[in-house]
């Protein structure tokens, strides 16, 4: 059988930080708001001219390095964005080019906003699994500045910018145990920009119901490590390392509490990171691995919900 193994994760976050003091000079928030109701205390900023496929470029070279391959050596590319460079080409087209690979394999976007990692991942990990594919690149990224609303207290303090990566490569044993793949479009009015390409509107911008998607996200992610557990028939007790969608730190503690795992076992980098989408969770995965925390041959569960409602999950020995 064949199995879908971490080879190599990477990062990027822009230059520009923007901390909670700045942010309550332009709108009427405080610092102490901010840090009590979500734990964020700064965020990464894109330069005005720099784009999506700019940081997943730099996320993804620092992959390969880690994982000692080429550019050439990968046959999948899965960028997981809501804010692409161009309606199209996607911008794993884009990103391929700039790793200068001709003729490859598959490279496409997915959007599946804020779950959009795990959706790429579990997507390659099918198929690594089915032969399809023997070295897949993921990257997360987005540059959720560019359709922020600076003037909208309630979101423009949640949202940074920043890449990830992580390189899937196939394997004799697991690496990837299982991947649990969600969606429920009735949600679409909670979470949402109200604008697109053959609907479009003059409010290109980020809105959000904060409320009503913090008590669905609690619930759901409670219900999804569950699920996840269950169906791979592991016990709560085997995850070495949760690695949750940072979006607010009161849903990862409440998630944490729900598997009975202590805080000190949860990767946590919402506080200097903010909500930065897609890139959220390869950001934290790759901020535990570069520190020492994540070790080779832990058990790690990564979850993530957004807007769609999207919600996923994917467990994996690192
Ligand atoms: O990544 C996708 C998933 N996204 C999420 O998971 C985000 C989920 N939601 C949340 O994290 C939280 O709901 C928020 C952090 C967005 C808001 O926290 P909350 O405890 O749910 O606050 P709230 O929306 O109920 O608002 C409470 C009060 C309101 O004032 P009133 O109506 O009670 O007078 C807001 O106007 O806080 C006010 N408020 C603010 N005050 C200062 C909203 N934003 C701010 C702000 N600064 N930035």
Same mark, same amino acid.
């Given at each position: 059988m064949t199995f879908s193994a971490i080879l190599g994760t990477g990062r990027y976050l822009p230059q520009r930080v923007i901390t909670n003091a700045e942010l309550a000079r332009t709108v009427d928030t405080s610092d102490e708001w901010i840090r009590s109701r979500t734990g964020?205390?700064?965020?990464?900023?894109a330069a005005e001219n720099e784009s999506t496929c700019d940081m997943a470029e730099q996320a993804a070279l620092q992959a390969i390095t880690a994982s000692a391959l080429a550019p050439a050596d990968l046959d999948l590319i899965i960028v997981a964005t809501s804010t692409p460079d161009l309606i199209y080409p996607s911008t794993a087209c884009l990103l391929q080019k700039r790793l200068g690979i001709r003729n490859g394999g598959a490279a496409f976007d997915v959007q599946a906003v804020c779950s959009g990692f795990i959706y790429a991942a579990s997507i390659a990990d099918q198929f690594i699994r089915s032969g399809a594919a023997r070295r897949a690149l993921i990257v997360g990224a987005d540059a959720n500045s560019k359709i922020l609303d600076w003037t909208d207290r309630s979101t423009c303090v949640l949202f940074g910018d920043g890449a990830g990566a992580v390189i899937l490569g196939a394997a004799e044993s697991p690496g990837i145990y299982v991947t649990r793949l969600h969606a429920d479009g009735h949600y679409a009015d909670l979470l949402q920009v109200p604008s697109g390409v053959s609907r479009p509107s003059a409010d290109a911008h980020i809105r959000m119901h904060g409320s009503e998607v913090f008590k669905f996200a609690v619930n759901i992610m409670g219900e999804l490590v569950g699920e996840t557990l269950g169906v791979a028939g592991f016990d709560a007790a085997d995850v070495d390392w949760l690695i949750p969608h940072q979006a607010n730190e &009161?849903? /990862?503690t409440a998630t944490a509490r729900k598997l009975g795992l202590a805080?000190? &076992?949860? /990767?946590?980098?919402?506080?200097?990171?903010?909500?930065?989408s897609a890139a959220s969770i390869p950001l934290a995965l790759d901020t535990g691995i570069r520190d020492g925390r994540i070790k080779r041959g832990e058990l790690l569960l990564l979850e993530a919900v957004g807007g769609g409602f999207t919600w996923g999950s994917l467990l994996v020995r690192y």
């Open positions: 964020i205390r700064q965020r990464y900023v &009161r849903i /990862i805080l000190e &076992r949860v /990767i946590i980098t919402v506080g200097e990171h903010g909500n930065t």
